[in-house]
């Protein structure tokens, strides 16, 4: 986490969050303001609702429609074709187990959410990892393609030589692809799709 994003109101709000979990402070409020996430899966278990995650037109009903280079009418149709989608197993599911049809789209709305989320944010790693050991050699570094920094030189705070920050970069890189993306695509059962 960037330091400067815990000076924003997100991160006052942590701060008082913690402060509230404090033994003292939860008895003087009389209440814990803070609870557990709750996830898809969990809602689905609790609701009876698990075959949802093997249906197949889940893909459908949780798919990211993107916009570049398409027509108007190739989005319109992948639209139309998610809502039908989120219809069909939102009335399916609702019928079938304890949750109810706004439920089940949430669940789905939220899942379509988290593969927006892994696109913005989990995809672009790839990309410089890709980058990174298709342009710059592990140990070497070839003219122009140096990864070296020096203290003091365009606001290094560290020295390192080529290999050493080659190494830093691919598993700073690495690190946050794992953490922006690990665990809930397995948990579905889920195959990752990479936009390229």
């Known amino acids: 986490m960037n330091p400067d994003k815990m000076r924003t109101t997100y991160g006052k709000l942590v701060y008082l969050l913690m402060d509230a979990q404090k033994p003292e402070v939860k008895?003087?409020?009389?209440?814990s303001a803070?609870?557990?996430?709750?996830?898809?899966?969990?809602?689905?278990?609790?609701?009876?609702?698990?075959?949802l995650l093997k249906e197949d037109l889940i893909r459908t009903a949780t798919q990211e429609i993107q916009s570049d280079g398409r027509s108007r009418r190739e989005i319109q149709s992948d639209i139309r074709a998610k809502e039908r989608a989120i219809e069909r197993?939102?009335?399916?599911?609702?019928?079938?187990?304890e949750l109810d049809e706004g439920t089940i789209k949430q669940c789905l709305y939220s899942i379509g959410d988290n593969s927006a989320f892994l696109r913005v944010n989990r995809d672009p790693c790839e990309?410089?990892?890709?980058?990174l050991k298709k342009y710059f050699h592990p140990t070497q570094a070839a003219p122009g393609c140096n990864l070296a920094i020096r203290y003091g030189r365009g606001g290094?705070?560290?020295?390192?030589g080529h290999g050493q920050q080659y190494s830093y970069c691919l598993q700073s890189l690495t690190l946050w692809r794992e953490i922006l993306g690990g665990k809930f695509l397995a948990l579905l059962g889920m195959t990752r799709e990479t936009n390229s």
């Open 27 to 31: 008895e003087m409020l009389g209440f």
């Open 156 to 160: 290094a705070r560290l020295t390192h």
């Open 34 to 51: 803070v609870s557990p996430i709750r996830t898809v899966y969990e809602t689905l278990e609790q609701g009876g609702a698990l075959g």
């Open 89 to 97: 197993l939102s009335t399916k599911y609702a019928k079938s187990s």
């Open 127 to 131: 990309q410089l990892i890709g980058w």
